[in-house]
């Protein structure tokens, strides 16, 4: 266990040393970014740092309406709803599906949607086609299906390909948990919607994190207008208190400067992947993440004044899974000091 004393960003200072920081998450590196927190103290000057008020309340602020229509333009969809968090917003989605259809679980989906009551996992080796005979033997042809875009260990883009596949005479809801996709991933960091075809017969409806790239305390789910007014009447959504206004003042104002931070994210990325391309002990699948291969390298690095992610994951007794989180703050002499001590050990 690591204890920080300083909020990270390329480094990180702990009993006054500072440590080159790839662990953690907020990709677009927004947290120490001037630009970005000038923009939240100016919206704590214009709305202050809570807004002490449920969703239903008589008195609203606009601020969050327009957040809501400007997320739903960025995500292209017919609209969007926002909560206090990652966790309440995959939930929330999850409930109201659940209220009209059974819902699944492909399996790894994170527990923030799949460890409910009323979700059913659908078994690691059973294939869609298999699946689909089953729902159809159960005369189910109206269902929904939970799913993560991305496995952030190991780092890995799911493949929905198959889903094209889905006979017409299924009527399916995919519930996709975009955490670690949105906000970097596919066509101006539009997450896995950009990159997804789906057949007529399934439709989307998105929940995610906006702390992962966005780097505020708040989540939404995004669909169509029949979903998201049904979010807003949820109980999760109606009455519990928005997340901080400031971040939500942030986000309509800082569109040029998420695409700069994304644009410099991509580059990190791909230099990370040159300096490692003949190291068979690190892998990467394009995203943020690369997994090395190496016991025990979390503590040599460390020693050497460099901080990775390393824990046992999904379970705490598992083998540390080691992973270089990569954001826009990085250097070159950031991942070159890195690959130097990869290579040393």
Same mark, same amino acid.
């Given at each position: ?5 300083h909020?990270?960003g390329?480094?990180?200072i ?5 440590y080159?920081?790839f ?6 590196g927004?947290g120490?970014?001037p630009?970005?927190?000038d923009?939240?103290?100016k $919206?704590i &000057?214009l709305y *202050?740092v809570?807004y002490p ?5 008589n008195?609203?602020?606009? =601020?969050y309406?327009r957040?809501?229509?400007q997320?739903?333009a ?6 969007a709803?926002c909560?206090?968090s990652?966790f309440l ?6 409930e109201v ?8 679980a492909f399996?790894h989906?994170?527990?923030?949607s ?9 078994p ?6 298999e ?7 159960a005369?189910e042809?109206r269902?929904?299906v939970?799913?993560?875009?991305m496995y952030?260990?190991p ?5 929905f ?7 017409a ?7 996709i ?8 991933? $596919?066509? &101006?960091g539009r *997450?896995?919607r950009?990159?997804?075809?789906l057949?007529g017969?399934?439709?989307l409806? =998105? ?7 966005f780097h505020?305390?708040g989540?939404?789910v995004?669909g ?6 049904a979010?807003?009447r949820?109980?999760n959504?109606?009455?519990?208190t ?6 939500a003042?942030a986000?309509?104002?800082?569109s040029?400067?998420?695409?700069q931070?994304?644009l410099k ?5 791909e230099?990370l ?14 995203t943020?993440?690369?997994?090395v ?6 503590q040599?690095l460390?020693q050497?004044n460099?901080?990775?992610s390393s ?5 705490p007794?598992?083998?540390?899974v080691n992973r270089?989180?990569v954001n826009?703050?990085?250097?070159k002499?950031?991942?070159?000091r890195l690959?130097?001590l990869?290579?040393?050990f």
């Open positions: 266990m690591i204890t920080l004393q909020i990270p390329r480094t990180t702990i009993d006054g040393k500072e080159l920081f662990s953690g998450y907020s990709y677009l927004l120490v970014l630009e970005f927190t923009l939240v103290k $919206g &000057d *202050g809570v008020s449920s969703r239903i309340s008195t609203q602020l606009d =601020l309406t957040m809501e229509e997320l739903a960025f995500v292209q969809t017919e609209d709803a909560v206090s990652g917003s995959a939930r929330t989605a999850v599906v659940a209220e009209e259809m059974q819902v699944y399996q989906t994170h527990p923030a799949s460890a409910m009551a009323a979700m059913q996992p659908i690691e080796n059973q294939s869609w086609e699946f689909l005979r089953q729902r159809a033997a005369n042809y269902f929904a939970a799913a993560d875009s952030i260990t780092g890995h883009i799911n493949d390909s198959f889903l094209k596949n889905t006979p005479r299924f009527t399916i809801t995919l519930i948990d975009d955490s670690h996709g949105i906000g970097w991933l $596919g066509k &101006d *997450g896995i950009s990159v997804l075809t057949p017969n399934i439709e409806l =998105l929940n995610f994190s906006l702390s992962k790239a505020m305390n989540g939404a995004c169509s207008r029949k979903w998201i007014n979010v807003r949820h109980v959504y109606a009455t519990s928005p997340f901080m206004p400031a971040l003042y986000f309509t104002q800082a040029d400067l998420f695409q931070q994304r994210l991509h580059q990190n990325i230099y992947q040159k300096l490692t391309s003949n190291h068979t002990f690190v892998a990467n699948e394009g943020p993440v690369f997994v291969a190496k016991k025990g390298i979390a040599h460390l050497n460099t901080i990775i824990f046992g994951y999904p379970n007794e598992d083998d540390p270089v989180v826009a703050l990085h250097t002499s950031d991942f070159e690959v130097h990869l290579e040393a």
